[in-house]
């Protein structure tokens, strides 16, 4: 089971199976440890021990708690700000999470009192109380990465290591960009399809490129043949004094050979563009 990550409105996302260390029910407090340092994630991310330390003390009265990343009113706040935000050493956490994370260094931990008074902020801690709702994801840049190369079983993938982050917000979520896993024949799915996707995205690119090309040279074809259009009469006249003179200037390219071409380019632009 890994963290998910995705990107969204220029910040990045990740969403985390998150543990409940605790819940009050009369003061609608929730404890939470929403990240997990040293294993790699869905987006092939390591987030490093130290990397929350400036964001807490910075921003930490300043991190909203939204529901689901929604942002569009005010509404969507939940809860407080966060009681308290701090980063948990590996001995720190909660045996389940070690068993579920083995590889784990640390975590990120929040205690949040959500806005009981309210019924967005009551709906949401009876979800999280029920356990309806199990995953937390925070919203955050990335200020400080460096990049290694590291093996997956038998493949090689380039890692970014999260080394300070710059947090905004974090959610309660149903489930993160991509589903939540259990078991690694469910992983290796979810890595095809992430693959899938890419290859896609960049076929999709490479294609809009050549249409751009295509069309550059379709604009250039038709300027010609502007060109030639409107020839005529000078250079009519200039090709009746030289043929007195026994010597003229070079034809310029007939209209059909132009057309023909352009019409090349509009059929292979046609093609590239088809749904």
């Given at each position: 089971?890994?963290?998910?990550?995705?990107?969204?409105?220029?910040?990045?996302?990740?969403?985390?199976?998150?543990?409940?260390?605790?819940?009050?029910?009369a003061?609608?407090?929730?404890?939470?440890?929403?990240?997990?340092?040293?294993?790699?994630?869905?987006?092939?991310?390591?987030?490093?021990?130290?990397?929350?330390?400036?964001?807490?003390?910075?921003?930490?009265?300043k991190?909203?708690?939204?529901?689901?990343?929604?942002?569009?009113s005010?509404?969507n706040?939940?809860?407080e700000?966060?009681?308290?935000?701090?980063e948990?050493?590996?001995?720190?956490?909660?045996?389940?999470?070690?068993?579920?994370?083995?590889?784990a260094?640390?975590?990120?931990?929040?205690?949040v009192?959500?806005?009981?008074?309210?019924?967005?902020?009551?709906?949401?801690?009876?979800?999280?109380?029920?356990?309806?709702?199990?995953?937390?994801?925070?919203?955050?840049?990335?200020?400080?990465?460096?990049?290694?190369?590291?093996?997956?079983?038998?493949?090689?993938?380039?890692?970014?290591n999260?080394?300070?982050?710059?947090?905004?917000?974090?959610s309660?979520?149903?489930?993160?960009?991509?589903?939540?896993?259990?078991?690694?024949?469910?992983k290796?799915?979810?890595?095809?399809?992430a693959?899938?996707?890419?290859?896609?995205?960049?076929?999709?690119?490479?294609?809009?490129?050549?249409?751009?090309?295509?069309?550059?040279?379709?604009?250039?074809?038709e300027a010609?043949m502007?060109?030639?259009?409107?020839?005529?009469?000078?250079?009519a006249?200039?090709?009746?004094?030289?043929?007195?003179?026994?010597?003229?200037?070079?034809p310029?390219?007939?209209?059909?050979?132009?057309?023909?071409e352009?019409?090349?380019?509009?059929?292979?632009i046609?093609?590239?563009?088809?749904?």
């Open positions: 089971m890994t963290e998910q990550y995705e990107r969204h409105e220029g910040h990045e996302y990740k969403s985390f199976p998150a543990l409940e260390t605790g819940t009050d029910e003061q609608g407090i929730v404890e939470t440890v929403f990240a997990v340092f040293g294993n790699i994630d869905g987006g092939d991310d390591i987030i490093h021990p130290g990397s929350f330390t400036k964001t807490f003390v910075e921003r930490g009265r991190v909203k708690v939204l529901d689901h990343h929604n942002a569009s005010i509404m706040v939940i809860a700000p966060p009681l308290a935000l701090r948990l050493r590996r001995d720190e956490l909660p045996q389940e999470l070690l068993q579920q994370y083995p590889e260094t640390g975590g990120a931990y929040a205690k009192r959500m806005l009981m008074d309210t019924p967005e902020g009551n709906g949401s801690f009876i979800r999280l109380r029920a356990k309806a709702v199990d995953e937390w994801s925070f919203g955050y840049d990335a200020l400080d990465v460096d990049y290694t190369k590291m093996m997956r079983g038998d493949k090689e993938i380039t890692v970014r999260l080394r300070t982050i710059k947090l905004y917000e974090l309660p979520v149903i489930w993160g960009m991509n589903s939540a896993t259990t078991t690694l024949g469910a290796d799915a979810d890595d095809k399809a693959m899938k996707t890419e290859a896609e995205d960049a076929t999709h690119a490479r294609k809009q490129a050549l249409v751009e090309s295509l069309r550059a040279a379709l604009a250039e074809a010609l502007a060109d030639v259009s409107d020839a005529p009469a000078e250079d006249g200039r090709e009746e004094n030289a043929d007195d003179q026994g010597a003229g200037p070079e310029p390219p007939t209209l059909t050979d132009t057309e023909r352009r019409l090349e380019l509009l059929s292979q046609e093609q590239l563009t088809e749904v």
